[in-house]
């Protein structure tokens, strides 16, 4: 057989197949066709050398923000995809019903990257405004029929529904709107996603404690739905002031509601720790990636990429090939495409991360001044999106040059 392209000689794991071994990678026709230690390169149209680099499932970001020109939140979806060693994203919840057919055409559709959303249960989607006009995301603003056909529509790129479950929001309106959520998404066949921890201001007076948001929340979730931000320190979140994970939540993960890190502004070492340590380990490794939000301090330029992301929970001392499910197998299965993404299988799509496991000395840092010394980081080299190489060269990415001086 003569392949048109030839990843010779990598490191392939593949957690869903728990394959990790030094071959060569067959690519024809835009999918994988082969993976042997004896593939010739005569066998080859093209021969890529990639001897000492891990060739991985295309890496899957279930949370980013690409609405680009619409949100000042919206990054550019390759930027945080294909160029950055990424070949699927998962916007979540910039977009709503009112505002779905302009990110299908500008975004997804030229887009090199597999760009899919979680749409958000409010029909304008969740602005950057939000902080300023609450109303934005209030119950007012769902129609639960009209988001419900869309999705049904469009089930191509809406693979689930997006809500805010925190202290702002219960203190506007309860659960009202996370109960429209979870109608919306039961209705579409689709998980739903909770944002946790304070983000919205509470109004006053508001009754509950942020430690009772999420028990009054829970109840309402099922199998397959997803909470964010196990390792906030914002209150209301899955965590008591002093670190101890709600039994609500330990209780709901064990039902089947699975947990995604969303790394972004939230990010504390501190928490991360005592959650892990109380066993709470999430299902996936979503980044959060976003634009400035018009927040003082907030660069668009910080590097808050998934694979930092990944380096982080490495260096917390999640196992490595732990670590690749979480941005392989695992939102694959979350996003309900685990048949075509998140894996090598002969047959499979050719989506392909190729990622330098760099060894150093890395400090890394959290959202709260925290810092962390690591050995170890994963640092993106390209990604193979259907067969195509895309150069990894994202400006939220620093330079290799700027690694190996220790940034
Ligand atoms: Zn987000």
Known sequence: ??????????????????????????????????????????????TLDVTGL???????????????????????????????????????GSVGVYTFQGFRKFIVEPASTAVYCFLSATCMGAPTQIFRTPALLGPELIDVE???????????????????????????????????????????????????????????????????VLPK?????????ILAHPFSFAPGGMTTPDGR???AVLDAMEQGVRVDVGHGLHFSFEVARKVLDQGLIPFTIGSDQHGDLDIPGMSTRSDTSLTLAMSKLLTLGLAFPQVLAMATVKPATARGLADRAGGLKPGMPADISVIALQEGRWTYRDCVGGTL??????????????GRVYPVNSAFLPSL???QEGE
């Open 54 to 92: 891990l060739v991985l499932p295309g890496l899957i970001d279930l949370h980013v923000h690409c609405y680009q020109h619409v949100l000042s939140s919206g990054l550019q979806p390759d930027s945080v995809g294909v160029h950055a060693g990424v070949t699927s994203v998962v916007d979540q």
């Open 217 to 225: 929340l829970l109840p309402m979730l099922g199998p397959g739905d």
């Open 1 to 46: 057989m003569t392949y048109d392209l030839l990843l010779k000689g990598g490191r392939i794991v593949d957690p869903a197949q728990e394959l990790d071994c030094i071959a060569h990678l067959g690519i024809s026709g835009g999918r994988i066709a082969g993976i042997s230690p004896d593939i010739g390169a005569g066998q080859a149209r093209r």
């Open 401 to 403: 040059e700027a690694l």
């Open 146 to 212: 009209a988001t419900v056909q869309l999705i049904q529509a469009h089930r191509d790129i809406i693979r689930g529904v997006k809500v805010f479950g925190e202290t702002g929001s219960f203190s506007r309106w309860g659960g009202e709107v996370v109960a429209l959520g979870k109608r919306i998404a039961a209705m579409a066949g689709v998980p739903l996603y909770v944002h946790t921890g304070s983000l919205l201001p509470v109004r006053e007076p508001f009754a509950l404690s942020p430690e009772d």
């Open 245 to 247: 994970v709600l039994p």
């Open 373 to 386: 010394e690591g050995r170890q980081r994963l640092v993106p080299v390209m990604a193979i999106r259907g």
